[in-house]
């Protein structure tokens, strides 16, 4: 079974731009999740999809940041525009629904740099 | 708001040695679960244990275990036997029971000497 992915594995952009990072769940999961974890700092939860609907999206830093999960499969988050605090290491992780000790699985994570 | 603390930022210890990762929390809660994660050098986190607030035994799992103490809000973990292939950073988590998200605290980075 294929586990989570995420791609690219690392970006590297000009202050100003566009990064959109994608993330595909293990098939069959119906949560997903964004994480990131800047300069080596903890990993702070950005947001959780249900299917195709946020869940919880209180981590979220602000506007600049759109998530979206189009027919509950794969989710994109776009940085428009990046600014140079956005730098870290974004993850993704997905679980399954039902039952209350849900594993969540953890994807390699993309490395974003905002120079 | 729930926070999770790990004040070892970098841990070493030598092959086939015991180690103790420490991990305090706090929360109001009484319903939570608490994890240790583990990621290697450029590969995915995986889980490496689990513990139920409500459960009074410590979690283990094979070389690993943990000292949950409730009352201290300390969760800390044992790695027994190390090998190098324990060298990673390890990450201590936080999740509500009736949460989804996870809370993570900063990462203990662990070497292995052989």
């Known amino acids: 079974e294929a586990g989570v992915t995420q791609f690219p594995s690392h970006s590297v952009i000009e202050k100003g731009q566009t990064v959109t990072l994608r993330c595909d769940p293990i098939?069959?999961?119906?949560?997903l999740y964004w994480y990131r974890r800047v300069m080596g700092k903890e990993i702070k939860f950005l947001l959780h999809?249900?299917?195709?609907?946020?869940?919880?999206e209180s981590g979220m830093p602000n506007n600049r940041f759109l998530a979206e999960r189009t027919g509950g499969t794969y989710s994109t988050l776009k940085v428009q525009p990046a600014e140079l605090e956005d730098s870290g290491v974004y993850f993704c992780?997905?679980?399954?629904?039902?039952?209350?000790?849900?594993?969540?699985?953890f994807g390699p994570g993309t490395r974003l740099t905002v120079t | 708001a729930q926070t999770v603390t790990q004040s070892q930022p970098e841990m070493s210890v030598q092959e086939a040695e015991t180690v103790t990762l420490s991990c305090t929390y706090d929360?109001?809660?009484?319903?939570?679960?608490l994890f240790w994660y583990k990621q290697p050098p450029s590969r995915q986190m995986i889980l490496v244990i689990r513990?139920?607030?409500?459960?009074?035994q410590n979690a283990t799992e094979n070389r690993f275990s943990v000292n949950f103490q409730k009352a201290a809000k300390s969760f800390s973990l044992k790695i027994s036997d190390s090998q190098l292939g324990d060298a990673a950073m390890y990450f201590c988590?936080?999740?509500?029971?009736?949460?989804?998200?996870?809370?993570f605290g900063q990462g203990t980075r662990l070497t292995i000497n052989p």
């Open positions: 992780a997905s679980s399954q629904t039902g039952g209350r000790t849900y594993e969540q699985y």
């Open positions: 098939s069959g999961h119906d949560n």
């Open positions: 999809f249900v299917k195709e609907s946020k869940q919880d």
């Open positions: 929360t109001s809660e009484s319903d939570y679960y």
């Open positions: 513990q139920e607030a409500y459960k009074q």
């Open positions: 988590a936080y999740r509500s029971g009736g949460a989804q998200k996870l809370v």
